[in-house]
């Protein structure tokens, strides 16, 4: 991940996804048609391992908080109408992502209706928020869910 290839051990290895250096959270989909182009080093090429790279940048650091592996919805199939029609928020220890939004904003409210904050990306981190219940609206779908 990231704006520039790097070499290593005579492979060029081009980045798959850039996303905002911003110290915030970002929701990144990288397709598993990607994977398989991807060559695993020594002693890694043995099994299935996920790994990052920080490529001619020493020293940086990735905070990761989960990876969901899905499947995409075909096109005009019933799947596809009911996933418009529901939105799940998942909450881990540092984020809240939010599946379900087809591209939408995601929009917070408090248990008093009161707008929070609307996000342009599916997923916030924990710290953002107050403890308390809170409801999502993505499009016309909405979830609950709560920060302790």
């Known amino acids: 991940m990231g704006a520039t290839s790097f070499v290593d051990e005579g492979v060029t290895y081009q980045p798959v996804r ?17 994977f398989s182009s991807f060559r695993s080093p020594e002693p890694f090429n043995d099994g299935n ?10 020293g940086a650091n990735i905070a990761m908080d989960a990876i969901f592996i899905y499947g995409d919805v075909n096109a005009n199939s019933i799947g596809e109408a009911a996933a418009n029609s529901r939105l799940d928020a998942i909450v881990t220890n540092n984020v ?12 917070l409210y408090n248990v008093q ?7 342009a990306e599916p997923i916030i981190g924990v710290d ?15 979830a609950k869910f709560v920060i302790k």
Not at 98 to 107: K, P, Q, R, Y
Not at 113 to 119: A, N, P, Q
């Open 18 to 34: 850039d996303f905002a250096k911003d110290n915030q959270w970002h929701l990144v989909e990288i397709p598993l048609s990607e």
């Open 49 to 58: 391992y996920f790994s990052f790279l920080s490529g001619d940048n020493p």
């Open 96 to 107: 809240v992502t939010f599946v379900g939004t087809n591209g939408n904003a995601v929009e």
């Open 113 to 119: 209706g009161i707008l929070v904050k609307t996000l």
């Open 128 to 142: 953002e928020l107050a403890s308390g219940l809170y409801i999502a609206k993505s499009g016309s779908a909405t």
